[in-house]
T-cell receptor, first 111, second 117 residues
């Protein structure tokens, strides 16, 4: 069955540094991959979508890469801010628009 | 745009009662809505896919008679947890796919915290 793994340990970084989060998957070849942000007690908020034929995508301070050979996506937040502290989820598509989510990586940006 | 609301935001009920959760797309039409459940420190688990005007399709292991889903219009889907028990306590989140926009992103509601005593 499809399996998605994200850094299970929380990531603590200093304000201004670049945060890099990893999403690995097995037994699957998704057409696209998505990244979401989730704050405690809230629903996920869509950040970026990258398709299988795209290597990299950017949106403001966010950058996502997608390596279908390694079966890995990296999510970068440059010039991180304390307001970026949250849990970040990666999700892969299944048929019919269904998504499989990773367990999330908790990011903490210290001032 | 692309706002999804849920009601109620939290509910506490006694064991054996039924609870209805509403999911609404406020500014777009959603042909498909999804219902997820999330336990503390765990990922979102898809429970069912709801298409307007047709029966919901449930993921393996999800009891359709316990989790009743109705998608009566392009902007409203409801999830009813029947005869709720403490093990049903969880964070329930819905999402909706935009009919008009491109891409495959889903817009999530704020979630409903269900506590069954």
């Amino acid at each position: 069955s499809q399996k998605i793994e994200q850094n299970s340990e929380a990531l603590n970084i200093q304000e201004g540094k670049t945060a890099t989060l990893t999403c690995n998957y097995t037994n699957y070849s998704p057409a696209y991959l998505q990244w979401y942000r989730q704050d405690p007690g809230r629903g996920p908020v869509f950040l970026l979508l990258i398709r299988e034929n795209e290597k990299e995508k950017r949106k403001e301070r966010l950058k996502v890469t997608f390596d279908t050979t390694l079966k890995q996506s990296l999510f970068h937040i440059t010039a991180s801010q304390p307001a970026d502290s949250a849990t970040y989820l990666c999700a892969l598509d299944r048929w019919g628009g269904k998504l499989i989510f990773g367990q999330g990586t908790e990011l903490s940006v210290k001032p | 745009g692309a706002v999804v609301s849920q009601h109620p935001s939290r509910v506490i009920c006694k064991s054996g009662t039924s609870v209805k959760i509403e999911c609404r797309s406020l500014d777009f039409q959603a042909t498909t809505m999804f219902w997820y459940r999330q336990f503390p420190k765990q990922s979102l688990m898809l429970m069912a896919t709801s298409n307007e005007g047709s029966k919901a399709t449930y993921e393996q292991g999800v009891e359709k008679d316990k989790f009743l889903i109705n998608h009566a219009s392009l902007t409203l889907s409801t999830l009813t947890v029947t005869s709720a028990h403490p093990e049903d306590s969880s964070f329930y989140i819905c999402s909706a796919s935009s009919r008009e926009g491109g891409g495959n992103e889903q817009f999530f509601g704020p979630g409903t915290r269900l506590t069954v005593l």
